[in-house]
């Protein structure tokens, strides 16, 4: 089994499951009683949120929110839905459905390269030459606020590549 990512650094995709439209008309799943249902459901997004690829483990029972009975998980192996194995049960197609862990860690992995290169490709104040028209040099100029340590006065520079006042400072605070 997979080892449980966490996923709190808020880089991660979001899981879906999937519940397709020809769900709506499978007698298998349209037979199943509520409960069996229920836990068909929950299984597959529980299996994607955790990445286990369709694996449900005996353990991992107990830990999803509507507890499962033995009639449950019988009647979904008996109806085609899971596979029993020695450890547990397979969903059975998952990766057909639902995405994969691969599919995540690949999305994810895309994400992470996507952002550090658009981190990259934004300029920084090395990058602007001194004789760069004013309007470009206003763009890239240094956060001014609270977090700006060593602001004793509302006067600006040609040091801090800025040609305007800053709307944040009154008036009568610029050396003119």
């Known amino acids: 089994m997979p080892a449980l990512l966490p ?3 808020g880089d991660a995709v979001m899981t879906d499951a999937r519940f397709p439209d020809r769900w709506l008309t499978n ?3 349209l037979g199943l009683p509520a409960d069996a249902f229920r836990l068909f459901v929950i299984a597959n997004a529980w299996a994607v949120s955790n990445r286990t690829d369709g694996r449900i483990d005996l353990t991992d029972l107990s830990m999803m929110p509507d507890p499962a009975h033995d009639s449950d998980r019988s009647l979904l192996v008996e109806t085609g839905l899971w596979e029993a194995d020695t450890r547990g049960y397979v969903i059975a197609g998952f990766a057909n459905v639902q995405t994969t862990a691969a599919q995540l860690a690949a999305a994810e992995q895309k994400l992470a ?3 550090l290169r658009k981190a990259k490709s934004k300029p920084t104040r090395s990058d602007v030459p001194p ?7 206003a763009t890239v100029k240094d956060r001014q606020g609270p ?3 060593g602001r004793t006065t509302g006067t600006t520079t040609d040091d801090e590549f800025v040609d305007f006042p800053d709307p944040r400072y009154p008036a009568d605070n610029y050396e003119t």
């Not at 004789?131 to 040099?137: G, K, L, Y």
């Open 27 to 29: 007698r298998q799943i």
């Open 7 to 9: 996923r709190l650094d």
């Open 131 to 137: 004789e760069a028209p004013s309007e470009f040099r």
């Open 113 to 115: 390269a996507d952002r």
């Open 147 to 149: 977090a700006r340590t």
